[in-house]
Nanobody
Framework: QVQLVDSGGGSVQAGGSLRLSCAAS????????MAWFRQAPGKEREGVAA????????YYAGSVKGRFAISEDRAEKTVYLQMDSLKPEDTATYYC??????????????????????WGQGTQVTVSS
């Protein structure tokens, strides 16, 4: 059974940092694109970052580029999201997901929820001003 367990959320002040973790199990880790999405109250779930396990291009939403970094530990089958220079507008529930990413001209295209079929339970990130 494919399972994702995400963790690491919390409450920080603006300008602070958090690192989210997503532990994968139950499938061949490198079979799927791994991603982070987030959903704020009253808003749609949006893609934040993605990577192909084992190396290759990454994807970042424009709103987080330069502040967030997605990485992996293949031995531990864990994906991380390092979040620096956090802003109040980053406040949301963050979800890890496994699914399909698309690459065009060597770059990952924006990720979409409909192509991801396995989700973590979510971890809350709250950034105060």
């Amino acid at each position: 059974q494919v399972q994702l367990v995400d963790s690491g959320g919390g409450s920080v002040q603006a300008g602070g940092s958090l690192r989210l973790s997503c532990a994968a199990s139950g499938y061949t880790y490198q079979s799927y694109c791994m991603a982070w999405f987030r959903q704020a109250p009253g808003k749609e779930r949006e893609g934040v970052a993605a990577l192909f396990p084992g190396g290759g291009p990454t994807y970042y939403a424009g709103s987080v580029k330069g502040r967030f970094a997605i990485s992996e530990d293949r031995a531990e089958k864990t994906v991380y999201l390092q979040m620096d220079s956090l802003k109040p507008e980053d406040t949301a529930t963050y979800y890890c997901a496994a699914g399909v990413c698309t690459m065009v001209a060597g770059a990952l295209t924006p990720i979409q929820t409909k192509y991801f079929n396995t989700w973590g339970q979510g971890t809350q990130v709250t950034v105060s001003s």
